[in-house]
């Protein structure tokens, strides 16, 4: 198998005829990608959850909604933290301005891309507190076997686009799948106008 050029940290946007009703719509951040396969969290899925309601102690530093998304249809059961940790981009030496102060990343936090990474929940939330600047937890999570994200990529179910920060703690995430393609210098921009449903127009 060829080496995989590894979108870690980008987002795939569903395209419009992507049939599956998991993904209707949906923006992924992919926080791993390699030649085992793909994992990701579905960004603007959220339920009537509370996070106060399952992980009380994390609710504080949760943003508005500060709902439970759902991250996927792949093990529901499991709850997933996405924090985005301000001012830590890398340098022009490709390390973190913190690291190279001696600093190094938040405990209880692992760098994912840029300044978004994975939150150990186990961890005490005071740990985090100052350095987060925005949470979002997730029920579940995407996934996809070796080659499996590669093959939809080849059919045309996904547009792969970069990520920003705020895309994880976006305040409208019903409204992400139309702003993420708007803000795109492509003909993605005009697929945002795209009908709910085509049969109507």
Request: proline share 9%; aromatic share 6%.
């Amino acid at each position: 198998m060829s080496e995989v050029s590894s979108l870690t940290g980008r987002l795939l946007v569903a395209t419009p005829s992507l049939a599956d009703p998991n993904f209707d719509r949906a923006v992924v951040l992919l926080l791993d990608h390699d030649e085992e396969g793909s994992l990701g969290v579905i960004l603007n899925r959220p339920t009537p959850v509370g996070v106060a309601d399952i992980l009380q102690s994390w609710a504080a530093l949760a943003g508005e909604p500060g709902v439970v998304f759902q991250g996927g249809p792949v093990s529901l059961d499991s709850a997933l933290g996405v924090a985005v940790v301000p001012g830590e981009e890398p340098g022009a030496d490709g390390f973190p301005l913190a690291r190279r102060a001696g600093r190094g990343d938040p405990i209880g936090w692992r760098r994912v891309h840029g300044a978004i990474g994975l939150v150990d929940l186990e961890a005490p939330p005071e740990l985090l507190a100052e350095a987060v600047g925005s949470l979002r937890i997730f029920a579940g999570y995407a996934g996809w076997g070796p080659g499996q994200l590669e093959d939809e990529l080849v059919e045309g179910a996904w547009y792969v686009v970069e990520s920003e920060p705020g895309d994880v703690s976006s305040p409208a995430p019903q409204r992400l799948w139309r702003s993420v393609l708007r803000r795109q210098r492509s003909e993605l921009a005009m697929v945002a106008t795209y009908p709910d449903d085509p049969s109507l127009n």
